[in-house]
Every structure is written in structure tokens, then in C-alpha cells.
């Protein structure tokens, strides 16, 4: 089988912010734009050379069936580049690099950029199954005293809406909610109040440390916001200046109101941003003369139970080790996402603890992540958790990081809703 | 029959007759022929008509973009006397009451544009259809030209469409896009265009619709004499607000349709035949008619610079410096979906050309010329950056920085490194030197100025300012480029202040020494309104900022000598910190809309007393001659070739009125000996170096030649 090496040349993100906020009315294609614009312009590829464009994307905006065929054409790529969408729930955007790696790595593509887009905010809200079912019935009804007929059915309760955000991160399975899922990990794992608050306490210093200390510059790009898209957005929002482990031990737990422990403030929070990635075959890097930041060299996904999804990147990371012969000492820096803080503090246990790591299939432990390795500028709890973008957002900045730092090999990982997880693995080509 | 101009055919009873049948010019015209065929073919559907063979005639075109583009302007401007307008004017008209008087049914298939006689063709029909193109349209805008509508269409559109709707179509000129023209009920219905056609011979079979209740309300509510009264003063009032009492087609027009309104079709015609015979022999006309053929001509390609290559398409942009001008050449750029990249030091200076460009995008949506959407792509399209990275699949990169010609230079050359070898680079300076900054560069064939005027959006004029070496392929780039963004680029040699800059120097400079004297600031202003100007000269400076119009002024003064000499006062108003509306600190004082109020009270302060007074002539001479005078020289050092394309720059660049034909038709008719009188004369009795002839206008009056000769 034809096989080559898969480069990726640069990523790129947009700022992160909370939803609700400054990203609210830039719907999920025009957080693609900037980007692709971005890439494309500094490695100096014209708009004809790109073979595909792969986004992933889970709010599926009913305008923009397909996010990324919307995106490639507003961002003026010719109208002969293919590009479609996908959806693994948080993993979207590592899917996206996925699909783009195997096919340059089956050496069917040359250039192509993946990654994702997410507006949280702009998620609608439903009108319930009797409300549709009424409208069907009123617009199939003929003549005016049968449309009537059909309206004298309606009852206020109907019109209740369903928020598809709330439904779109309960399992349909399980019929727990993300949250719960954590409650469940902690519960089961011993994961106290404390030890979640300390790490969230630790994601959030460390992102506003990174943002105000430019860590961010390289990877970020600039986005015209608002309606009327007058206002130049370039920082993240999201991670908060007066956080103490105090103040958040004193917000009531979300999930299980009583004997819960998961709260907003050891939880991602609601966001929107997109982020992406250039990827190229070593044909396209000779014929542009590109400098490559990393090679991607692997990446998996495994399945699990639903309920306990958060543990997710424990078989993911165990299997790309596995795979590539590699120790987890041979890791130089670590992006897990965080979903919650319950959740990732399971992972790393599960790495380390024997039995648990059986518990959960692996053959051994692997050992101990040090966290001057896992997520060195904040994660998910402090920065956000676009759904679709996450899975590319920790790629990007995994790599920018691991330029800075000189290190080998980089591994970003995440749970997915609905029980799996993604692991995937670069290496730095500037150490 | 043999035709050679249009198309003829009877099939299955219909007789088609096609336009725009191999068409040698851009646009399906009216001209001689086009006529005389369609006589000749309107006789042949009557001999058919007669026989029984023809149960219904159908127009339509061939050509792709146009049904008609209404009577060669040619034909008109051959129209010298009163009389031979009229006689061509009844020509059409029987011609098109032949349509209308067919006893068969008639029918309009109407793709593209459809204006002038196009529409008054259509008009004679029983039916009009048209297809739902976005380039299809419809209208009379020979109230543009200082014109009647003279075949017809003055009678028949108010009968069509009612008399409101179609005073503001004949009285604005504009044009009406299919979808307004069928909720306005011009057109009967609007079909995909490869349809319309089919559709029509469909609808020949059928009866027309009778008027619906809402129409036949309307027709009650302006078909008496009271609502006709009021919808015609209306209609004056507003034509003189917005002509200033300055054109005479518009109120000639609501004459002829108010007193002919209750008139048979004939007498009414020979109303309008009468009427667009003296419109079309008036000096009025025939200078906006000379307009539109310098407007025409502008463009074509310059000869002078053809090279026989095809211009290199610019598709993708970049700004350099987000000020005023750089912001809106950026979304010049961005509306003609060019990815412009705007670069500028500080993210604060891209936020305020962001804001800039967005604000002209929000007008157009004000405006429904666009949607939110289409503002979210096309601004979205902008890329911000504070380096020079990124710009190697740029073509068209324009700097607009501050005006420092060393800044300016050493950026141009940080340009070169950065920029692929076919770009083309451009500077919006106004007041550099091109040359000079051409002078360091690797490859200076690829760089020209491109002097955009503001606001860019409401301002057609560009003037492309070229050196000694800028290769004719970039001129012709830009030149292409310019008219593909709906501009009117005039090409100019370098020179201190361009064409333009340098002929607004006098207009400033004499209504400061006006002032000076002791002249009122109104009666300045005053006097040049009533010549026609937009806007007065001490409201220009206000808008311009008076320290930027100081600098200047007084870059022209040091590099052409004391002929441009500002005033004493501008040396004040350089120190004083009066910059216009830039700071609230103008000669004017401006309500919170933007509206002026009156003279502020610290400017008049400033001026000395006691008041001269001086009347409206000569204040008026004593500001435009000197300008009629910069421009002779300007033609002299040869900045431009002909003396139209100062008229076109003056009429897009500073508003100067279209009805007076540009600034040098008006001195030609005027009369070059007696301009050169009143300049020897001002020079002996004002200021010598400020009036003193150029040798160019000598020559004329000696030589007993005119500008456009």
C-alpha cells in the first residue's frame, strides 16, 4: 500500500469566548474563514491547490447544512474543492484531521485543511413534537375551516420549547447529561470537591498566564465580530482573573444539587471558536516550500460505556502508545481536554493505577503524567469547549506549544460524548 | 425584406421580431437603421395582419445582456435645431403608435437592460414580460441627458403605471429592477430568462388580465383633478430641491405631462416631440450629452497605452495604512470580493478602519442594496495584520500611509521583499511625488499612483499617476481594474498635486484671499452654490480639515510657484487649530446630524473688518478663472493629453456642475478671448503672479482656437 508522511504545517485558531458573548453572531462558517484565509496567505498556497476542506461540527446551523462547503466558498476557495462536515460529538475536529491524515498519508490528497467550528450560542431552540406535529397537521389540512379545526388542537404547553443544547449533551442511551457522567467518575474514583477545584483553580491560572503573557499571539487569529462586524476580537474570554480554589468551592454543585461535586466551576463552559489546521503530503511541501510544524504520526479512537464516556482518552492514549512503541516518558506534552475536571483527574489516575487501568481493558499502567506536561496553558475549564473545535483546538495549540518548548512528541486526547475516546500524535520538526 | 439589423420571423401565426440581431456595438441600439427595419417590419405584420396569417407579434433580443439600450445618443446629438429634434422625435413616435395601434395582440419579452426607447417600445406593446435576471432592468433616464423621453414614453408610462410611480421613474431617471418593475405593474410577469420567450407566445393565447381591486383604487384615488394637483406640486417641489432650480429637463417634463394630461394621444405627442426638440438643442443637454460620451469613452482602453497585452486581472488586494482612505479602498476591494489584506502598526488602527469599512458596508444595507449576509461575507473577507507577511498572493498591494514621502519610500521597499514579482504596487498619496518615490525601487515599471478621492464610496474619480517608467501593463492593470470596481480612472502624469488637487488649489486659495480682502464668507459661497458647486469652497475646507488643506496648499505654492500663493489667512489657520469637522472646530458650526448651521462664531471673528462687498460676477470670476487658467497649464506641461479629461476629472472628482460640460467646455463657450481679458485685467488690478495667463491660453485666443479643438 502506498504510504507517506503526513505534515502538519501549521494550525491556527480563533479566539475562545464564552457563549452568549462576543462570538454570538458569527455563525459557525465565518469562524472558519479568518483561518483558512490565514493559512493559506502566510504559506503562500493559492486557492486552487487545496484539494479538500474537512470541518467538524456538531450544531449542524439548519442554514448551512454543510459548515464546511459554506465556509471553503465564503472563504473564496475555488468552487472545484471539495469539502464536507463531520460529527463525533467533542472529537469532531480530530476526526476532521483524521480523515485528512489517512488521506494524505493513502496519498489520494496533497493539501488539505481540517479542523472545526462551533457557535454555541446560536444552538436553537425546538419546538416540541406536538408543536411540529400541529403545524404538519394545519399545513395538510385544506380550506380554511379544516386549518381551523386543526388549530382548535392546539394547548399552550406546546409551544415549551426544547433546547437543543441541553438535549445534544444528554445521552440518548444512558439518559445522563455530561455532567452527570462526571458525578458518576467522581463518585466511583474517589475524586473529591477539592482535588476538582484545584485543577480547574489550575487551568484557569495557567491560560490567563499564558494569554497575558502573548503565549497565544502565534496561534490566534483575528476575527471581525458583531453584527456589524466592526469590532476586532484577538483574546480569549473565558478564563477569569480572580479565580481562587476558595471561590470556587463555594459554588453549589450543578448536576446532583445535593451530594454532587461537579460544578460550572470545575466544568468547560458553553463556548464558541473554531480552529484549523493545514495539512500537507511531502510533494506539497517541496512544491510550496512549506516549513512544516510537526508530523502527524498517529491517531486513534476507542470506544466505552456511554455513562462513564470522561474516561474516554485512557484506552484512546493506551492504544496510539501501543501502536507506536512508545512510552508515555517519550511524550513531551500532553493536550487533554477538559471537559470536566472530574473526568481528567480519572484519566490520569487510570494511567497510573494498575487495577484501575484493568478495570477499564488496558494490560498495564502507564504511569504518572507530570503537570509541568499536561495542558501547560490552561484547558478546556478555563478557555472553553466548542464541540466541534475541540478536537482540533488542542492539536493546534499542542503544537505550537511543543515548537516553543523543543520537544519530540505531543499527544492531545479528549473524551466524546456518547462514550469514546481520540488520541492523536505529532511530532515536533523544530525541536 | 432583407434584414440586417434585426430579426424576422412568423412562426405558427406569431411574428417574432428579434433585436439586437447581430450586433456590432456593445449594446443593441436605436439607431437609423434599427429603425427604418423596424418600420419596414411593422408594415409587414400589418399586410399579415390584413391577410389573417398574424394573430400576435412579439419582441424580444438577441443580445445576452441587453434588450435595448434606447437610441444611439449619436443620432440625438446630430440634432442640432429645435426643429430636427422634433421631426426625430415624431418619427419614433409614429413608429411606436404603430405597435400600439395594431388591432392583434402584442407582446414585450424584456432580458436585460431596457432603457430609454427600449422601454418606450416595450411601453407600446399590450404586454410587457421580463425575465428575473439580476442584470435586467428597466428605464428612462433621459432626464440625465437634460432630456424628454421623446417617443412616447411620457404619455404611455403614466397610463401604464399611474402618475406617482411614473413622475419619480421619469423625473429620477433610475433604473427598475424586474421584481419592482412587476410590483409596480410595469411588467406582467417576471420568468426565468431562457423562458420568457416560450412564456410569451403562452400568453398571446390568452386574454390580459383585467385590474385587480387594488389597481383599479388606485387609478380612482389619482385620476381626478385635486390628487393631481397635489401629486404635480409635490413632484415640483421636490425636483427643485434637488436640482436647485439648476436643470430646466425635469421641470420641462412635469410641464408637458400637467398640461397635456387630459390631452388624445396625438395632441399629447406633438407636446412631446415639441418639447424634446427645444430640450435637445439647448446648451444644457448638449453639455450633459457631451458628458456621457466623455464618460463613454473613459472606458475604453487609453490608447496611448494599449500594448497589445491583455491587462493583468487584480483579484486579490492589499492596504497598507488604515486611515480614511486606506479603509475605504480596503472595501472597495472587499466589495469586489478581492480577500483584501489591511495592514497597519497597532490593532487599534486596523479596529478603526474595520469600523470604517463596515460603516460603508451598514449604508449600502441601509440602503437595501445588500443584505446582512452579504455585509458578513464580504467584510469577513478582510484580513487584519500588523506585518508584511502574508501578501505573496496579492497582485494589488496600495499604500496609504501617512503623507511622509521618506515613510513612504522606505515602505515601498519593504514592499518589494515581501510581495511576488508580478505585483503591482500603488500609492494613495496626494500631494507626493510618484516619481521620487519610484526612484529606489528594484522594479519601478510595477508601480504607479492610484489617487483615490473621499469618501471612496461616493467618489467615482481615480486618477492613475504615472512616472517615467511605469510600464503601460500595469497602467492598463489598474486602468482595468478601476472600471471593473465602477470607477472612472483618468490616467495623469506625475506632477505636483495631480490634475485635480491642482486645479481645487485656486478654488481654495482665491476664496481665501477673498476672505482676506474682506469679502463675506457667504457671498463666496454663495456665489459658487449658484454656479452650480456642491458645496462652497469654505465648506470644502472644512470637510478636507484646514491643517491638512494648509499643508498642502503650500506644498503646491513651494513647487509651482507664487501663482498658487494661499491666502495670509491659511498661515493662520495652519497654527490655529482649526481642523474642520475632524475636530468640531470648522468655519462651520454642524447640528448633531452633520448638518451645517451657520459660520461659527470664532472663525469670524478671525476675519477683518470692515466688509467689502462684491458682486456675484465677479466673485465668481475671481475664483474660477484662475482654475480655467491652472488648467491650461496643466494641459501645457501635458499631465494630460485632452482637455476632456480634465472636464470628466473635475465633473467626478470635486462635483463641478455636469450641466455646465466640464471646466474648460465652459470657458470654450464662454469665449477663451474674453477669459483672457478678465485675467489680464485681474493681474494688472489684483495680484500679478496669481493671474498672470498661461502661455497655452494666449495661444487659443491667438491662434482663435478653443480648448476642444
Known sequence: MPNQDVFLVEGKRTPQVKSGFDLKDVSAPFMGVPLLRCLLDLNNIDEMSVDEVILGNTEAPPQYANVARVMALMAGLDSSVSAYTVHRNCASGMEAISQAFLKIKGMRSHIILAGGVENMSQMPLIYSKEMSELFIRVNKSKGLSEKIKALTQFRPPHLSPIIALEQGLTDPLCHLNMGQTAELLAREHNISREEQDTFANRSHSLALKASEGGVFVDEIVPILVGQKRDRLLRTD????????????????????KKSGTVTVGNSCSVTDGGSLCLLASSDAVKKFKLDPMARVVDFSFTGLSPERMGMGPLSAIDQILNRNELKLDDIDLFEINEAFAAQVLCVLKGLEDEKLAKEYGLKKAWGKIPYEKLNVNGGGIALGHPVGSSGSRIVVTLSHELKRRKGRYGLASLCIGGGQGGALLIENLHS | MDFQKISFVVTEGIAEVGLGFKCDKSLPLLDKETLKELDEALNLVKEREQEGSVKGVLFFSHHKRAFLAGVDIQLISDCKTESEGAEGAEKGQSLFNKIEDLSIPSICCVHGLCLGGGLELALSCDRIIASDSQSTFLGLPEVKLGLIPGFGGTFRLPRKIGLPKALDAILSGKNIYSKKAKRMGLVEGIFPKERVVTMARVLLDEAPKSKSFKESLENLASDNFLARKIVFQK???????????????????????????????????AMEAQAFGELCSSGQS?????????????????????????????????????????????????????????????????????????HYFLSQVKRKRMSYDELHILQSSITTQTNMKALG????????????????????????????????????????????????????????????????????????????????????????????????????????????????????????????????????????????????????????????ASKVAFILQEKLGERLKPSSLMKDWEASDFQGRKNSKGFYEYDEKGAEIDFSEAFLKVLPSPAKPMNEIEIQMRIFLPMINEAAFILEEKIVEHASTVDLALIYGIGFPPFRGGLLKYADQEGLERILEALIDFSKNVNQERYAPSPLLKKLVADKKKFYD
Open chain 1, 237 to 256: 474570554i473565558g478564563p477569569r482573573r480572580n479565580s481562587t480554589v476558595d471561590s470556587l468551592l463555594k459554588l453549589k454543585p450543578h448536576f446532583e
Open chain 2, 393 to 548: 498572493q496579492c497582485n494589488l498591494i496600495v499604500e496609504s500611509v501617512v503623507e511622509d514621502l521618506e515613510v513612504k519610500k522606505k515602505l515601498l521597499q519593504d514592499l518589494e521583499d515581501n510581495v511576488s514579482d508580478d505585483a503591482i504596487l500603488a500609492s494613495n498619496t496626494s500631494s507626493l511625488g510618484i516619481s521620487e518615490m519610484a526612484k529606489n525601487l528594484k522594479k519601478p515599471e510595477r508601480f504607479a499612483g492610484l489617487h483615490f478621492f473621499n469618501p471612496v464610496p461616493k467618489m467615482p474619480l481615480v486618477e492613475i499617476v504615472t512616472h517615467e517608467k511605469t510600464s503601460k501593463e500595469t497602467i492598463l492593470s489598474l486602468h482595468n481594474w478601476c472600471l471593473r470596481g465602477k470607477k472612472t480612472p483618468i490616467i495623469v502624469k506625475d506632477g505636483p498635486g495631480f490634475l485635480v488637487n491642482r486645479i481645487l488649489a485656486p478654488y481654495l486659495n482665491e476664496a481665501g484671499h477673498l476672505m482676506a480682502e474682506g469679502v463675506s464668507p457667504r457671498l463666496i459661497e454663495d456665489a459658487c452654490l449658484n454656479y452650480g458647486m456642491p458645496m462652497g469652497p469654505i465648506r470644502l475646507l472644512d470637510e478636507i480639515g484646514q491643517n491638512v
Open chain 2, 286 to 358: 448638449q453639455n450633459l450629452q457631451h458628458l456621457f460620451f466623455l464618460n463613454e469613452a473613459s472606458k475604453k482602453v487609453p490608447k496611448n497605452y494599449d500594448s497589445g497585452k491583455k491587462p493583468k486581472e487584480l483579484n486579490r488586494g492589499a492596504v497598507i495604512g488604515a486611515g480614511v482612505m486606506g479603509a475605504g479602498i480596503c472595501w472597495l476591494m472587499a466589495k469586489n470580493k478581492m480577500y483584501p489584506h489591511l495592514v497597519d502598526l497597532t490593532f487599534d488602527a486596523l479596529e478603526a478602519g474595520i469600523k470604517q469599512s463596515s
Open chain 2, 235 to 269: 413632484a415640483r417641489e421636490t425636483v427643485l430641491r434637488k436640482t436647485q432650480g439648476f436643470y430646466q429637463a425635469p421641470l420641462k417634463i412635469l410641464d408637458v405631462i400637467e398640461s397635456g394630461f387630459s390631452k388624445g394621444r396625438s395632441s399629447y405627442l
